[in-house]
């Protein structure tokens, strides 16, 4: 067994979910950064009993202006906004439960 090969595809995508959900209990709001984890974090969602749109990590850095940093301090660079998103109408993302799409949303919401 050849060390690199310890963990399967199916493995590292569980890995990912763990992490995930231990992030949004603990509360430090996930980060995205390819259309394969925008459809794990959203199988996440899916797979609680009762499904909401759920608050992603993606903050608008300057009051509404478009520009969008993760919390984690990760590298912004992928979105997954929905075809009329960001109308810049918050400074907070949500991603839908329905689709996995994300709009920026008042963080009070
Ligand atoms: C979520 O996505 C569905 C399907 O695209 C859409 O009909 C619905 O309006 C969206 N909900 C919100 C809150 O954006
Ligand atoms: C995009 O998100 C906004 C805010 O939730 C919603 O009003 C709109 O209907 C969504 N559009 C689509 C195409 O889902």
Known sequence: VRRQNIFSGSQVHLLFL????????????????????????HELILAIEDPVDAWIGLHDAINQD????????????????????????????QMNESDGCWADLACTM
């Not at 603990?26 to 974090?41: P, Q, T």
């Open 18 to 41: 763990l992490q995930s959900v231990c992030n949004i209990l603990g509360g430090n709001l996930v980060s995205i950064h390819s259309a394969l984890e925008n459809s794990f974090v």
């Open 66 to 93: 478009g520009d969008f940093i993760w919390t984690d301090g990760t590298l912004e660079d992928f979105r997954a906004f929905n075809g009329t998103e960001p109308d810049t109408s918050g400074d907070c993302t």
